[in-house]
């Protein structure tokens, strides 16, 4: 099946360590996005991507970085992780249609940082 | 900047009640509005998509519509099952980013 997938699941590190979350999906989409999630705040946009050579910041992307390495793959590094990035992380794609945007999810990684 | 609010939190039914789940936005210039449902610890499930020229959505039990104007969608689930239990979350798409409210989450009491 066409899909989103993120390695690894589970993540538990200490403060300053540099941690890489990696997505890659199936559904031969050319837009993609890393989302975090707080409890009672929704999801909230990190970085995004339209294609490989284009990369934007989204509305919380101090203390992260992302690269494109390929239209299927799109990885998220926190360069020294701190206590509060400990949250929920997704990624996802879409393909535009017109004004069709529909995003697709995938199972997310849950990181801690002590 | 658009904000999309979910009211209520939580919600507790007995099954077989319908529900009905809200949403507000204040940026009226969506593109398409989006339902999510997501389980505990778990990815979101896309549960309906509406453009914004559509009133409504349908899939089996589930009924969205759109009132772009009043910048409001709700979420109607027919004949709710335990099944049913989860968070859902209502986002919006205008520029170049979907926008989500907090969710609402539902227990569906058997």
């Known amino acids: 099946d066409a899909d989103v997938t993120q390695t690894p699941r589970n993540r538990i590190t200490k403060t300053g360590k540099r941690i890489m979350l990696e997505c890659s999906q199936t559904?031969?989409?050319?837009?993609m996005y890393w989302y975090r999630q707080d409890p009672g705040l929704g999801l909230r946009l990190i970085y995004y991507s339209f294609d490989v050579k284009d990369i934007n910041k989204g509305e919380i992307s101090d203390g992260y970085s992302v690269s494109r390495q390929a239209q299927a793959k799109f990885s998220l590094s926190l360069e020294s992780a701190i206590p509060n990035q400990t949250a929920l992380y997704f990624c996802a794609t879409s393909r535009v249609a017109g004004t069709r945007n529909e995003q697709f999810f995938g199972p997310g990684t849950r990181l801690t940082v002590l | 900047k658009q904000e999309v609010t979910q009211i209520p939190a939580a919600l507790s039914v007995p099954e077989g009640e319908n529900l009905v789940l809200n949403c507000s936005f204040t940026?009226?210039?969506?593109?398409?509005l989006q339902w999510f449902r997501q389980d505990p610890g778990k990815g979101l499930t896309s549960l309906l998509l509406i453009q914004s020229s559509q009133r409504e959505q349908t899939s089996g039990r589930l009924n969205a519509s759109l009132d772009k104007s009043s910048g409001r969608s709700t979420l109607y689930i027919a004949a709710s099952q335990p099944g049913d239990s989860a968070t859902y979350l209502c986002a919006v798409f205008n520029d170049y980013k979907l926008s989500f409210g907090a969710g609402t989450t539902v227990t569906v009491r058997a």
């Open positions: 559904k031969g989409h050319d837009r």
């Open positions: 940026d009226s210039a969506i593109y398409n």
